[in-house]
């Protein structure tokens, strides 16, 4: 039963703490729309996303007004492209890219996922003309999120891949070097990457998802920190019992969101997806939930910790608020999403090898991570299979979106505006060369941990 102290609580949350769900997605298949000429096939593609998505953005905006919980973005994944895209005769998707971003602003959303390959084992043709849009594809389009996922725990490393994934990043940030390189904010490199994530830009829709499917990401961190301002001194078993009731909580926001929009838009309700995910404003910081914990500062010994206490127990206290939870689900450490993070890179407290370290526990990766612009294309590519060996032998999800800003040195800084922040230029330690090592491609083979059957 619900009673006026949990009415009041949840609205203290969302006016006090900064509660809100961050994106309602909706999943669209476009296995169906494959045709040989690209034309028609951008046709399909268009019809289909304008009609399916048509209520998408005033069902969120409905059920926001009626409810008062904010829901900051709303938006599309598809399936990958690579796949849908494969039997057109072409050169290149730069068209469907352009034609995705025409369809997502017509049907008003913020964002649209699934410009994507997964290439884990190797590539098909359309894989590879795929990757080789991605940097004309993101500098032609506003909307448009591209993810590739070249690793898992089930098939190695494509070394290739990452090889070829420096270059494109450094080509992408070329041609957006207009807007600091923005289009590489938009653009994920994976391993092990879920086919229900809701969250940007790492989203698509999963070959084995239904034809449509509505998810929710939920978000929070404001609310965690404030749920610790009361237990100065108290253990971290008592740290981790409030953190999982206050994920209930959480969650139970975001369930109701997932099952009102799956009734109105009349589409199956896919998953929560239990993240906290920060945002540039005050007060909404992962960074300040593990200071919470008794760090002085964010990267500080001990922060790896405190992120993995935080982690499992938001995925333990949401699990038991929803009936089905995926996607990345836990804690993000977007860099410049989370003005905890610029701080403690600001102060000297955190670096990229301290993000590294964290990322073994926390939901994703190296996120949103602005470097400097004559960082090489080896460099990145070192950072990508580092990232991608964490995620495969450890199981998990992990990825790197990183953003080498043309002309930008340590010291400098970079505002891409809205939820993707600012960002100070971060150090990587590359005076010794990682070029030998990239060169070499092939695939890193599974580990032995990938032998389950």
Known sequence: MITIDNVLETNRMITENKLDVRTITMGISLRDCAHPNINQFCKNVYDKITKSAEFLVKTG?????????????????VTPIAIAAEACETDSFVPVAEV???????????FIGGFSALVEKGFTKGDKILIDSIPQALSTTDVVCSSVNLGSTKAGINMDCVRQMGEVIKRTAEL????DALGCAKLVVFCNAPGDNPFMAGAFHGVSEAEKVVSVGVSGP???KHALEDLKGADFTEVA????????????????VAREASRRLGVPFGIIDLSLAPTPAVGDSVANVLEEMGLERCGAPGTTAALALLNDAVKKGGLMASSHVGGLSGAFIPVSE??????????GSLSIEKLEAMTCVCSVGLDMIAVEGDTTAATISGIIAD????????????????IPVPGKKVGDSVEFGGLLGRCPIVKVRNNWSSEAFIARGGRIPAPLRSLTN
């Open 61 to 77: 905006e409905d059920i926001e007004a009626q409810y008062g919980i904010p829901i900051i973005h709303k938006r599309i994944s």
């Open 100 to 110: 995705l971003d025409k369809a997502a602003k017509e049907v008003g959303v913020n």
């Open 176 to 179: 957006t070097r207009d807007q």
């Open 222 to 224: 404001g609310v965690v």
């Open 241 to 256: 019992e409030t953190i999982k009731k206050t994920a209930f909580k959480i969650t139970r926001v975001g369930q109701l």
């Open 338 to 347: 989370d003005q905890g993070m610029i701080e403690a890179i600001e102060c």
């Open 387 to 402: 990232e991608a060996a964490i995620g495969m032998i450890n199981n998990k999800t992990t990825a790197v979106r990183v």
